[in-house]
Each structure stands twice: as C-alpha cells, then as structure tokens.
C-alpha cells in the first residue's frame, strides 16, 4: 500500500470538488480525507493501491467539475497511515498554501429547471443554486468556504436539505456550502416607497405587476442593488433619468433568454458564447434599428449592453414582464458605490424607486455586473467584476516582497500582489467621495485577510498624482503601519498592465504607446498621449503630443471648452475664440458662460500646468 497527500491550488473551493474528490477516491477504492484550508485551497490525503493511486490521479485531472480550475498541484509520498474509510473532514483555517477566491457563478440549467417545474420542491424558488452555480465571493466572510463562513450561515438546512448535503450520490448538491430550499432559505419582502413592508403572499409577483404598470422599482441581486424598470417606454426611461440625474450615460438591460436579446441585438457567435457563459456579463452589442427598445436607453448610441439572468430570481422576474426585457442598472445615487444594505438603498434611492424588493441574505461583499465589448475579435473588459472577481492573474515574474496597489482615479480596482499572481479587487469605480475610498479599503483588507498577508509587511503603491482622494488612505496606512510607499507614474502603469496581461518577458525591453485622457506626469505636466520605453529596471519617455495650456488644470477635465480654448489660443485672437465660441453655441459648456471664457482668455498665459492628453 502506498499513500500521496497533495495539495491543489486554483478555483477548488465553493465548486463541488471536495465532493468530487469523495467521489473518484471512493471508486478507485482509496481511503483519506480531502478538506478545504485557509488561503482557498484544498488538501488531500489518499492512501491504497498503486494501480487505483493513477487511476485516482487522471480522473482527478480529466473528470473535475467544470467551474473547477486547477493552477498547481502538489504531490508527495507519504507514510501510509492506515484510515479505514474516504472522508470530507472538517475544514482548518490554517494557511498552508493560497488559491483562488471562487467568484459567483451564473445560475445553471438544471437549476432553472427545478425552479419551473411544479413538481420541484424549489418551484419558484429564487435563491435556488448547486455545486455549478450560485453566489460564492459576494456571500463569503472569510476563507475556507463553509457555510458557517458565508452570510448563508443565517439559514440552517432543514430536513431534505441536510438529507442531500449529506448523500454522496447526489452530485449537485452533496457537501455544497450554499444550497437552501424555500422551507429554509432566504426570503423575498416588498417595501413601498417610505420602506414600510407591503402585506402579498408573492413579493415577485407583485413586484412584476407594479413594473408592468410602469413602476420603478429598486431590486436586491447577488453583489447589490438594481434599479429595475419597463425599457420599452420612453416616458418611464426619462423618467429614470431624469430621477437618477443621469441624462445620457447608456442603461444596462437584462433580457428573459437568447431569443429577445437577438429581436434588439445583432448577436453573432463570439457574443453568445459571452452571453450564455457562467459569468454572464454585460455584453456590449451592435443595436438592431426599429426594435422594441426606448431610443433613450442609449442615446446616439449604435449598440446596447444586454445581459442574461444570472440568478433564478431574476429569471422569474422576467418570464412575468410583458417584453421579458428590462432595465437593470446600478442602484446607487451618481458617484456613490451600489448600495447592498437597505439602510442605505432606502437613503440612496428615496425619490428614484417607487417601490422595493428585498431579500434577507446579507450582502458581504459588494459586487456590480462585469461588462465586456469585442475589440478586433478579442473580449475586452470595461469592468471587470461580478463572476471574475477576485480571480488572479498570473504573471511571468515571482514578486519578491507583498504589494498592495490603489489603483488610479476613475473607474478603478485596488489590487494585491504576491507570489507570482495580481489579485484584483472587484470594480470600485471613481473615487471622488470618502464611501468609494471606504470601499476600496475594504475590498483590499477582505484580500488580505484571506490571503494571510499582514498590511505592515507590504509595499503600497499609488499614482504619482499628488491629488488623488486615494493619498488619503495611503497616508492613513503610513502612519498607522508604517508601510513602505512607491509613487508611480499613471502611463507607465498602463503600460506595465498591458505588459503583466499578456505575460511579457522581463528580460526584453518595450516601446508602450499610451492613448490617455490624463495622468499626472515626472515633470509636473498632465500627460497623456505618450510614447514610453520600458524594462524590468528601467522607465524613459521617449516622445508625446504637443504640450497645450490646461486652463484651470483639472477644471479642464470636467469642463473640456477650458480645453478648447487652450487649443484655439494657439492660432486665434481672443476676440476670434470668443466669436467661435458664441457662434457654435459651445459657451454653454462653461457655468458663468460668456464671462467665464473672457476671464480664462485674460489670465491664459498665466496657466503653467500644461497637457499632452489624447482628450
């Protein structure tokens, strides 16, 4: 008799493989134990003939669950010890190794399949999920994932439930963390404008009802809130802007199945596939002309973002809406994270929704939905979160210390480095208030915590832009840790991702074209469109745009004409820019109009800060 214990590294946890590895040790006859451990890894310890040890071992690689992936597997002869049977033991927090964060999974078939068979115990069920799908990240407290570690330790299984968490022969659910039936799961409440809770015996039937009736309506998802309304109606949609302060920005729409999404996208193959895969993002699509949809969900705009339920809860929702087609965007107020508490959608969307629809599974880590477009042929994230978040992204180079990254300014995601792997945070977005800055710092704690890494042993690295909201939490985590601090310069970032992404040698060195708005540069200057040199030790700027005069320095960004004006000065007189400005009616796009522009004409050669941006 021989014995192996191995250790696996990867997306292992919160996917079925401890059952699994139940399964195959059992069928090649060997005895053990495999258990999660800290740091999202899993350990096994397998002991019986050698024959039925191989065979163990290729079913290991070829059979393993499908959201399952393995990064790295560590195997070692070991002393037999002698146990009599294969057992799931009891999870330890002990970090031995680190591994993936499993991120949430978009609801599978055989799961809406139970949800819409009136035989199903989870008829109707909007929270019902298996070993291939379900909440995951946005539920878990700490590593490992045990349900005594996720939100969903609020719900104890019931009979049946604990019946098949318990049966190894029941594939989707055996030794599954986050499983519950209506008997014991989480329940759905509707709440009327002033957050007092409406008497129905179905909350989603009624909820469904109000928004056919041209209701808005706040709704609680997997990572946070949507705002829920018909998107078919042009009088509902300016409505929802108009609400939400939110004049032209595109919606994000969630379409019952394939078939609607293609009656107002052209969908070709490559969208599908992204459409119908487990994350199911928000995919950006060409717009057919003429279709059902409001000409104000994106205006002059030739495509839309659409997306597939990814919760049986949304399903439901839609299989009951007259287009089975809604909007679903972010349920916050502008610049304000999504809000997951419902102290806070009630202060955040008093005034916006008429009604709401809660659940009572706490939210542990904020979440907004992923959104990707092709770009010649390839899937390019505009944000990157629900159902990626928090993979890792392996790159070619083993960090010697740990880093702690605060990302930039807009549309931004913190990151931890070590090992040889970035783990990014999920999307925070623009930090321009102290409760995107609280976020950030959380979502880079929750990373920490669970990876074992302490925050006075790391590297911090921020923008060099010494007016970053984010200074504030690295000042704070100076003082208080006494953290090492490295600044480094916006583009040059940019251009050490592109790197990292596409796993570049750092032996080799690289001319990076950087196509920026802006970013604070070496000499002072805002920089932006640049033509950069790069190795593993060294930075150069070698080329960049023609420096142009920013009136007002940043004021520019939020008001481009101070821009423009900054160009026209090159070439015309003051009297000539004013003419232009007032002919082409672009003097509205400054608050004190006409004197605002005379005053910036007066003291524009007084402007130092000058700009290399692309715009």
Known sequence: MKALMLNIVGIVQGVGFRPFIYRIAVKNHLKGYVKNIGGSGVEIYVEGEESNLRKFLIDLKRLKPKPAIIDNISIKNVRPIGYDKFIILKSTEKIYSRSVIPPDIGVCEECLREVMDRRSRWYNYPFNSCAVCGPRFTIIEKTPYDRKNTSMREFPLCEECLKEYNDPENFRRFHIQGISCPRCGPRLFLYNKDFAQIDVSDPLDEAAKLLNEGYILAVK??????????????????????????????????????????????????????????????????????????????????????????????????????????????GNRRGLPIAIKEEDVYKQLKGVVDFF????????????????????????????????????????????????????????????????????????????????????????????????????????????????????????????????????????????????????SIDEKYIGIAMDGTGYGLDGNIWGGEILEIDFNNLRRIGH?????????????????????????????????????MERDLIRGLPKRLREAEIILRGIKKYRIKTSSMG
């Open 221 to 330: 998802g997997l990572g946070g809130y949507h705002i829920a309304a018909l998107a078919s109606d042009d009088e509902i949609v300016l409505t929802l802007r108009r609400r939400k302060n939110r004049p032209r920005k595109p919606f994000a729409l969630m379409a019952l199945n394939l078939d609607v999404i293609k009656k107002i996208c052209i969908v070709n193959e490559q969208y599908r596939n992204l459409l119908k895969s487990p994350q199911k993002p928000i995919v950006i699509m060409p717009k057919r002309e003429n279709s059902i949809i409001s000409k104000y969900i994106a205006p002059n705009l030739k495509t839309l973002g659409v997306m597939l339920p990814y919760t049986p809860l949304h399903y439901l929702l839609l299989r009951k809406i007259m287009d089975k087609i809604l909007i679903m965007t972010s």
């Open 357 to 504: 629809l809660v659940h009572n599974r706490k939210i542990v880590n904020r979440c907004d939905d992923s959104v990707i477009r092709i770009s010649d042929g390839r899937p390019i994230f505009l944000r990157r979160s629900r159902g990626y978040a928090p993979l890792w992204i392996n790159i070619g180079l083993k960090l010697n210390s740990y880093y702690v990254a605060l990302g930039a300014h807009l549309s931004t995601a913190g990151a931890i480095g070590f090992e040889n792997k970035i783990v990014l945070t999920q999307y925070i977005g623009d930090i321009e208030y102290l409760e995107v800055l609280d976020f950030l710092e959380k979502s880079i704690l929750f990373l920490l915590k669970n990876y074992g890494i302490e925050l006075n042993k790391v590297f911090l690295i921020k923008d060099l832009h010494p007016q970053y909201i984010s200074n504030t939490l690295a000042e704070k985590w100076i003082q208080k840790y006494d953290v090492k601090l490295m600044n480094v310069q916006h583009h040059f970032a940019h251009i050490a991702s592109v790197m990292a992404e596409n796993k570049l």
């Open 545 to 581: 745009l023609e420096y142009t005069t920013m009136p007002g320095g940043d004021f520019a960004i939020k008001y481009p004409v101070r821009m423009l004006i900054g160009f026209l000065h090159k070439k015309f007189t003051e009297d000539e820019i004013l003419k232009i400005l």
